[in-house]
């Protein structure tokens, strides 16, 4: 069974603080995603990496940045949080097309700033 | 651009009676199309794809959803609805450089 797997199911951090989001996955997945989820706009990617050390900007990464240092393990990171960015955060994995097409996501994490 | 849309944000239904979660997409090329389900505060979880073949496909639960190219759906389906069924849905696309187009999601109700 694929497993991906977040650090944190809840966090509560303050504005301005930099907050550490992980993400792993089991399965040798070359793609690992970060999305937001807030209610009535659905998943919006924010990074999307297609390989160790490679990274693409989605639809809404101001205010945040990633890190994949290896393969399994994908990280977002707020660089100074602020309340607009509390939201759900999903992380999901996948093959490249060829193999296997669908994304596996992670739990979640509701991240709440204050 | 690709895109998604999933016309209604709720379907109410009854239990025992079929039910239907309506997608549209835009996508250029061929359409790798997909569902979800999501429970509360949990992470989503795969339901069914279209990649190829046949125009229906089955996935899991009991779901199954019919690829149509003209009308560039792919809307999702069941026969006969369980309570438990009840959960936010969601359409997706993937284009042919591994990104995904999430469709705004459509809250399942089943009543008893």
């Known amino acids: 069974d694929v497993k991906v797997t977040q650090s944190s199911r809840y966090l509560v951090k303050r504005t301005g603080e930099k907050v550490f989001l992980e993400c792993v996955q089991d399965?040798?997945?070359?793609?690992m995603f970060w999305y937001r989820q807030d209610p009535g706009l659905g998943l919006r990617l924010i990074y999307f990496?297609?390989?160790?050390?490679?990274?693409e900007k989605g639809d809404i990464p101001e205010g945040y940045s990633v890190s994949r240092e290896k393969k399994e393990r994908f990280s977002l990171i707020l660089e100074s949080a602020s309340t607009n960015q509390t939201s759900m955060y999903l992380c999901?994995?996948?093959?490249?097309?060829?193999?296997?097409?669908?994304?596996?996501f992670g739990p979640g994490t509701r991240l709440t700033v204050t | 651009a690709q895109s998604v849309a999933q016309p209604e944000d709720q379907v109410n239904v009854a239990e025992g009676n079929p039910l239907t979660v309506k997608c549209t997409y835009s996508?250029?090329?061929?359409?790798?199309l997909f569902w979800y389900v999501q429970y509360p505060n949990r992470g989503l979880q795969f339901l069914l794809k279209?990649?190829?073949?046949?125009?229906l496909v089955k996935g899991s639960y009991g779901f199954e959803a019919e690829f149509n190219k003209s009308q560039t759906s792919f809307h999702l389906k069941k026969p006969s609805a369980l309570v438990s069924d009840s959960a936010l849905y969601f359409c997706?696309?993937?284009?042919?450089?591994?990104?995904?187009?999430f469709g705004s999601g459509t809250k399942l109700n089943v009543k008893p």
């Open positions: 999901a994995s996948s093959f490249r097309a060829g193999r296997s097409y669908e994304q596996y």
């Open positions: 990496s297609y390989d160790v050390k490679m990274k």
């Open positions: 996508v250029s090329g061929n359409p790798y």
């Open positions: 997706a696309v993937r284009d042919n450089f591994n990104k995904f187009y």
């Open positions: 279209y990649i190829t073949g046949d125009n």
């Open positions: 399965m040798d997945h070359e793609n």
